[in-house]
């Protein structure tokens, strides 16, 4: 299920790009016509892919691409006219912000959403893998500090403090991290500083 928000101010434009995204089969579109309305949305909704027509109500629309770019992994696709289309995309591409020239031809459309996709999923891909990592970094670092406090309190070496976690985590079927975060429990307890 693919949701779109087209943000765009009412008029034959926005008819065309509802057309041409319905033609694409997509499951769920929210057109909104004001940028305040737009940052609302986005404040509570995730979407895969977020268009921009420009220009809004009173503002050209970029400054809403690049907050949908900075605060979701949603693909973000800006509709400018023509003869600005590479002075803007010059200032929103270091985003990963997509611009379209209008008049807008449907072949070329369809291809800068589908890329719009698959660089918001490689996007996601990414921030995933980076979460992971971070969880795996948290880890290591308790179990170093546990190391550290068998080290200090019991007077282990350093090979000595990771057998004795791995044996721990072994023996009693938890990951090493939760076997550290026991360790450091009971020395905390003792005034021990994090």
């Known amino acids: 299920m693919k949701r779109i928000l087209l943000v765009s101010k009412k008029g034959k434009s926005k008819d ?32 895969d892919l977020v268009i921009v027509n420009s220009p809004l109500e009173g503002k050209t629309g970029v400054d809403l691409a690049v907050y949908a ?13 023509n003869k600005y289309a590479n002075a803007i995309a010059q200032k929103v591409e270091p985003y990963g912000i997509l611009v379209v020239g209008k008049p807008i031809v449907k072949a070329f459309f369809d291809q800068a959403v589908k890329f719009t996709e698959v660089t918001a999923h490689r996007v996601q ?26 080290i200090q309190h019991l007077s282990m070496s350093e090979v000595q403090a990771h057998k004795y976690i791995e044996k721990q985590a072994m023996d009693l079927r938890l990951p090493k991290a939760r076997v550290a975060k026991q360790i450091l429990k009971v020395y905390e307890q003792d005034g021990l500083p994090k």
């Not at 605060?71 to 006219?81: F, I, N, S, W, Y």
């Open 16 to 47: 065309m790009l509802v057309q041409l995204l319905q033609s694409e089969l997509f499951s769920q579109i929210e057109t909104i016509d004001a940028e305040e309305d737009a940052s609302a949305l986005l404040e509570t909704n995730e979407f």
């Open 69 to 81: 770019a900075e605060k979701h992994t949603a693909g973000v696709l800006l509709a400018v006219q």
């Open 125 to 150: 891909s990414l921030k995933e893998e980076n979460i992971s990592l971070q969880l795996k970094l948290e880890e290591l670092k308790i179990i170093n500090r546990a190391k550290c406090v068998l």
